[in-house]
T-cell receptor, first 116, second 115 residues
Framework: SQTIHQWPATLVQPVGSPLSLECTVE??????LYWYRQAAGRGLQLLFY??????ISSEVPQNLSASRPQDRQFILSSKKLLLSDSGFYLC???????????????FGPGTRLTVT | GNSVTQMEGPVTLSEEAFLTINCTYT??????LFWYVQYPGEGLQLLLK?????DKGSNKGFEATYRKETTSFHLEKGSVQVSDSAVYFC??????????????FGGGTRVLVKP
């Protein structure tokens, strides 16, 4: 069966510090991968998605970046965090190929980031 | 573009009450529709889905029917429990094979069930 991992689970970082959040998927190959942010009490905002190694699409201009160095690894980074980067970050994967619109996304447990 | 609209909430209910969360969508063609649930401090879990008109998705006592004529996918449960307290998200997936095949989410509805 497929599983998705995120770490760390929680993180407290000062303004201006760098960030690296990691997401890995097991039990599948060549998935679509997604990073979302959820601000407190708000809905989901899609940040980045990837359809393959080294292929990253950005949905919202910001001081965050994403990378996919391996097929099942997705990393969210920042060189200098802002207060507004605080939130709950969720990684998700989705099966590729065929009728992709039929397939649901599977979400990781999330990382709660607090920028102080 | 695609969009999903759902009632904002919070929705506060007593145990064993009937729950309805309205969801309407705007999309071209025939999207697939999903309901996700998020329990406090956790990621999202798929609750149910429907991939074509008149399909009914069901899981854990929840049901939703894909109504193309009203572009709706309302979530219902006949008798809620305290453990159903969570945030519920309606989402759609465009039928076209767009790159990454993203999901479009509604804003989420917080449900609080009191004993």
């Amino acid at each position: 069966s497929q599983t998705i991992h995120q770490w760390p689970a929680t993180l407290v970082q000062p303004v201006g510090s760098p960030l690296s959040l990691e997401c890995t998927v097991e039990g599948t190959s060549n998935p679509n991968l997604y990073w979302y942010r959820q601000a407190a009490g708000r809905g989901l905002q899609l940040l980045f998605y990837s359809v393959g190694i080294g292929q990253i699409s950005s949905e919202v201009p910001q001081n965050l970046s994403a990378s996919r160095p391996q097929d099942r690894q997705f990393i969210l980074s920042s060189k200098k965090l802002l207060l507004s980067d605080s939130g709950f970050y969720l990684c998700a994967w989705r099966r590729r190929g065929g009728r992709e619109s039929l397939y649901e996304q599977y979400f990781g447990p999330g990382t709660r980031l607090t920028v102080t | 573009g695609n969009s999903v609209t759902q009632m904002e909430g919070p929705v506060t209910l007593s145990e064993e009450a009937f729950l309805t969360i309205n969801c309407t969508y705007t999309a071209t063609g025939y999207p697939s529709l999903f309901w996700y649930v998020q329990y406090p401090g956790e990621g999202l879990q798929l609750l149910l889905k429907a991939t074509k008109a008149d399909d009914k998705g069901s899981n854990k006592g929840f049901e939703a029917t894909y109504r193309k004529e009203t572009t709706s996918f309302h979530l219902e449960k006949g008798s809620v429990q305290v453990s159903d307290s969570a945030v519920y998200f309606c989402a759609l997936s465009d039928w076209r094979k767009a790159a990454g095949n993203k999901l479009t989410f509604g804003g989420g509805t917080r449900v609080l069930v009191k004993p």
